[in-house]
């Protein structure tokens, strides 16, 4: 996560409060990664590949906190982000919760929510004037 740095004493620190936009394209970015890692596979196809769970818990992980600053630092945009507090609540889930989560549930989380957060996030980007990088 690129809210994180390592120091040269190799301790980690913290941007308090970064760009919204950065923020924005940590969320777009982590969409886009976790709907083509979804791609059209069937739900018994995704239920099936751990591998895709792993990879897509992770960009969970990461969209959802960048959600959480988002929603601490720029509460204005926080309020344009559709479902932001089910996201939030989603990625404390994965990081204190891991084992109650419903590879069902996230299939349809996949499916059904992440293409309006990911058209959310670059319609914000867009507004902000970094809209997202090219192909």
């Not at 739900?43 to 992770?58: K, N, S, T, V, Y």
């Not at 344009?80 to 990081?95: L, W």
Request: glycine share 6%.
């Amino acid at each position: 996560m690129r809210s994180f740095a390592l120091s040269s004493n190799g301790s980690r620190a913290m941007s308090s409060a970064r760009d919204a936009a950065i923020w924005l394209e940590d969320i777009r970015s982590a969409s886009a990664k976790i709907l083509h890692y979804v791609g059209d596979r069937s739900q018994d196809e995704f239920l099936a590949d751990e591998a895709c769970h792993l990879i897509i818990e992770r960009l969970m992980i990461t969209l959802g906190e960048a959600c959480v600053q988002i929603r601490r630092h720029h509460p204005g945009i926080a309020l344009q982000i559709p479902d932001i507090s089910q996201i939030c609540a989603t990625r404390n889930r994965f990081v204190h919760g891991y084992w109650t989560i419903d590879p069902v549930l996230l299939f349809g989380m996949c499916a059904v929510q992440l293409p309006m957060l990911r058209e959310a996030a670059e319609r914000l980007l867009d507004q902000c004037g970094s809209g997202p990088p090219p192909p």
